[in-house]
Structure formats: C-alpha cells, structure tokens
C-alpha cells in the first residue's frame, strides 16, 4: 500500500484548510487510517483515526478536525478547521491492516506511511 499525502500550506489562525490522503489501492473495511503529525523538534503524536466508519480523535482537535474516507476514490482526508498556531506540523496519513482499537492512537499500529504534507498556522 501506498500512500500520497497532499494539501498542506501556510493559513491564519481561524482559518481551514483540508488534507488529502490517496491511496494506491483499495483496502478491506477493517482498515485503519490515520493522521499523525509532527512539529519542529517534536515526536509523532497523533491527530486522527478511521476505522469501518469509526472515527478517533486526539482531544487537542476534537471538534476542530474531521477525518473521512471515501472508498470510491480510495482517499482519506482530514478537514482542519479553526486552525492554531499550535497545529504547526508536518502530516503524515499511516495504514494499518490489523490495528487493535487500544492501540489505534500509537504510531508504532501502523505498517505503512506516506511522506508529510507540511501545514503551517501563522498568528
């Protein structure tokens, strides 16, 4: 599985902007894709997950971002809204065969990357 994540850039604070995730080919139902990301100096932490029509979420953006998949093009996308000078990060969408639901906010669940799509949040 291969993964292309798209739609990063430079936004304000309060504005949105919406990530795209393709991927090369089209996956069981029991699939788990997510969004991690990563700022300057920092570790991967995670933002967002989807599972069979599940969603997770880190409590730094619930409420603010949506994740989403769309099986007809073999995408899976992250709406940021209301986004902070703290959402500064590159962001990676990752790919889990057999993600255990416990573990489904630990990067290590997950067997396949794309490359970061960088966004940046200025005040």
């Known amino acids: 599985v291969q993964l292309q994540a798209s739609g990063g850039g430079l936004v304000q604070a309060g504005g949105s902007l919406r990530l795209s995730c393709e991927v090369s080919?089209?996956?069981?139902?029991?699939?788990?894709f997510a969004w991690f990301r990563q700022g300057s100096g920092g570790e991967r932490e995670f933002v967002a997950a989807?599972?069979?029509?599940?969603?997770y979420y880190a409590d730094s953006v619930k409420g603010r971002f949506t994740i989403s998949g769309d099986n007809n093009k073999n995408a899976v996308y992250l709406q940021m809204n209301s986004l902070r000078p703290e959402d500064t990060a590159a962001y990676y969408c990752?790919?889990?065969?057999?993600?255990?639901?416990?573990?489904?906010?630990?990067?290590?669940?997950?067997?396949?990357w794309g490359q970061g799509t960088l966004v940046t949040v200025s005040s």
């Open positions: 989807i599972r069979s029509g599940y969603t």
């Open positions: 990752a790919n889990g065969p057999s993600v255990i639901l416990s573990n489904v906010r630990q990067s290590r669940s997950y067997a396949y």
């Open positions: 080919e089209r996956t069981g139902s029991r699939q788990t």
